[in-house]
């Protein structure tokens, strides 16, 4: 990102009787746009179930990163701790995938005695839930996925249905069954002990090839330079050539013929083409995408008598493997078209059917589970049954329904709102309901809501300035009160916003000013979980880092002191200059583009990118980083 974008906070109508800044008072009116009701998209009992798998996966993360538990191998032991943590999420990657293959829908109370998975587990699906768009068309495209869609919004319901999942106890017969069905243990550091190899196929000559994890050479599945070499064929696979394999699996599947639509249905079409932002699910376009690009030399079928597996070994000798070929062939006819090739290409990294990097996801929610930690919201029995307790998730809602409703009667140059930790907290609530959160968007905003999962952090500083800005513009309140320096802040901006503080606190009616406790403050801090740092910017980013620190303890002497955290961002940002009316927002998922192309993660935590542009003078289409991979 070069300069500052001249981005200004939305317009907004001027206000009349039906559509003024909402009035919130607890549990009592909710307003979205022109809409207003008394029942709350999400409830309390919504979010104490949600809190507790937070907590559950905390203490997981939290035993895997101490790497002390007798069951990590000794060669992830020796690792950093947020190595020993992306190796343990890719094994749960693969157990989700299992479960998944074998999982089958029942009623609710048969479903948990005979079907809810362990937290690894659960962690995997939530994380997928957060991603609302892909996981809605995956679970249109992929066959083994269609299953989840029956589900709905069964796996918050299960977690309201068992209490604290914490405490739950699956029977022997629950365990057995997962035992056979999965191949693993129950538990996920028994499963990690033991669980070492994952089954790709030879896309030559359908040999079945085991691949470890992790081994000293750092060629293992979940590490960087992953290769495995075919006993059969001797032909060598690496996590392109895979991506290539999945990639032209889908690209042959022909939405003219019976046989593929009555085998894969919708999975006749392009990851990525399915379903959009305005328009949901978009069938006849992605059927339209699909017919153009099958025009792609060299991708094109050679001749009308080819079979399918000629045609797929064709384009395997064609690109030799590699995703730049494919990239070639398709970026121009795709960009006249106006459709986000970058899209479509981000769902094909590896082998896996899904189309979210999982395992980056899971990296990327549990910095937000840490966050919550910070906030003091995941210690045991924090919100129990005390009604000042309740009151402050009560807040959190209506917070979260302001920030809808902020979404709704935006006129102005188009943004990405960035919410705070208990406003982001409500959202994932939200959509883990499945196609209930999508309706409900349709409904109150006239389009999906998407959650971004990756964007830059520079993007995520500019754009949460901007939506501070706006909701001061709507409500007449601060957005944050957490006492962190703000985008732009200098001292008298601190003191002002301090004062405004302390004579919010005399007045705490509205929900959309949090009480004076601590942990209710410390949640308005921004949620920044999403964000990523420019590639190789780790030494830079830690510099910049210890800088904010120096500054914020030196201005705290000045004004009242706040409770002690991390800054959200690491950028100190001009006011807005007078619009001009671009979009400042990702285009569909662009900013969630997570394709590798001979990248991984460096020495310092973060992404080294293949380099600019490759042979063909193609751009290598890097958003980095990529937490699917390990440098040890």
């Given amino acids: 990102m070069n300069d500052e974008p001249d981005i200004a906070p939305p317009n907004y109508p001027e206000p009349d009787v039906t559509d003024v800044p909402p009035d919130y008072s607890a549990g009592t009116l909710y307003t979205i746009g022109r809409h207003k009701f008394h029942t709350p998209l999400v409830q309390v009992s919504h979010l104490k179930a949600h809190l507790c798998l937070l907590r559950a996966i905390h203490d997981l993360k939290q035993t895997v990163t101490a790497g002390e538990d007798s069951r990590i191998p000794p060669q992830v032991s020796a690792l950093e701790p947020w190595k020993r943590w992306t190796w343990f999420v890719s094994l749960a990657v693969e157990r989700f995938e299992r479960w998944l293959t074998t999982m089958q829908p029942s009623p609710l109370s048969q479903w948990i005695q005979e079907e809810l998975p362990p937290v690894d587990v659960l962690m995997v699906w939530q994380a997928y839930m957060l991603n609302p768009i892909w996981y809605a068309e995956d679970c249109d495209r992929i066959p083994m996925l269609r299953k989840l869609r029956t589900l709905g919004r069964r796996l918050l319901t299960a977690l309201m249905e068992v209490g604290d999942i914490n405490e739950h106890n699956p029977s022997s017969a629950r365990r057995d069954r997962w035992v056979d069905r999965t191949h693993t243990t129950f538990d996920p550091l028994d499963a990690a002990m033991l669980l070492k190899m994952h089954s790709v196929e030879c896309p030559q000559c359908s040999t079945r090839i085991d691949c470890p994890f992790i081994d000293p050479l750092g060629t293992g599945y979940s590490q960087l330079n992953f290769t495995a070499q075919c006993t059969s064929c001797s032909l060598v696979l690496t996590r392109e050539s895979l991506a290539v394999v999945k990639f032209t699996h889908d690209f ?78 398709i970026l121009s006819p795709m960009t006249a078209k106006s459709f986000n090739v970058q899209r479509v290409l981000s769902a094909y990294s590896d082998d896996r059917p899904f189309s979210v990097d999982l395992v980056g996801s899971v990296v990327r929610l549990s910095t937000f589970v840490d966050e919550l930690y910070n906030a003091h919201w995941l210690e045991p029995g924090h919100f129990g049954e005390d009604a000042e307790d309740d009151l402050v998730l009560s807040q959190a809602i209506s917070r979260y329904h302001a920030f809808l409703d902020l979404i709704a009667t935006s006129t102005g140059p188009k943004i990405l709102f960035v919410p705070t930790l208990d406003i982001d907290l409500v959202w994932h609530t939200h959509q883990m309901m499945g196609d209930v959160y999508h309706a409900k968007c349709a409904k109150y905003l006239q389009r999906f809501l998407d959650h971004y999962d990756r964007v830059e952090e520079n993007m ?49 009616t509205g929900d959309l000013v949090p009480l004076q406790r601590e942990d209710a403050v410390l949640a308005t801090h921004a949620s920044v979980h999403n964000a990523f740092p420019f590639p190789g910017k780790g030494p830079i980013r830690e510099k910049r880092l210890e800088k904010i620190r120096k500054r914020t303890h030196r201005d705290r002497k000045k004004e009242q002191p706040n409770v002690p955290h991390e800054p959200a961002f690491l950028h100190f940002l001009p006011i807005y200059k007078e619009p001009k009316g671009q979009s400042v927002v990702p285009n569909d998922v662009v900013l969630s583009y997570s394709w590798v192309l001979g990248g991984g993660i460096g020495n310092d935590g973060y992404t080294i990118p293949s380099g600019g542009a490759n042979d063909s003078g193609v751009l290598s289409m890097y958003m980095g980083p990529s937490t699917n991979v390990l440098n040890i």
């Avoid at 501070?468 to 901006?493: E, N, T, V």
Wanted: net charge positive; charged share 20%.
């Fill in 460 to 508: 995520l500083a500019y754009c949460f300035d901007a939506t501070s800005r706006a909701w001061k513009d709507r409500f007449g309140l601060q957005y944050s009160y957490c006492g962190c320096a703000l985008p732009g802040d200098k001292i008298g901006d601190r003191l002002s916003r301090l004062k405004s503080r302390l004579r919010n606190s005399l007045n705490t």
């Fill in 252 to 329: 042959a599947l022909n939405p003219q013929s019976p046989e593929d639509l009555d085998a894969y249905g919708d999975g006749v079409c392009m990851a990525g083409t399915l379903r959009s932002v305005q328009k949901g699910i978009t069938r006849a376009q992605a059927m339209d995408v699909k017919a153009f690009i099958l025009g792609c030399y060299p991708l094109s079928r050679p001749t009308s008598t080819t079979s399918k597996w000629e045609w797929q070994q064709a384009i395997y000798k064609t690109t030799g493997f590699s995703m730049t070929p494919i990239l070639a062939a």
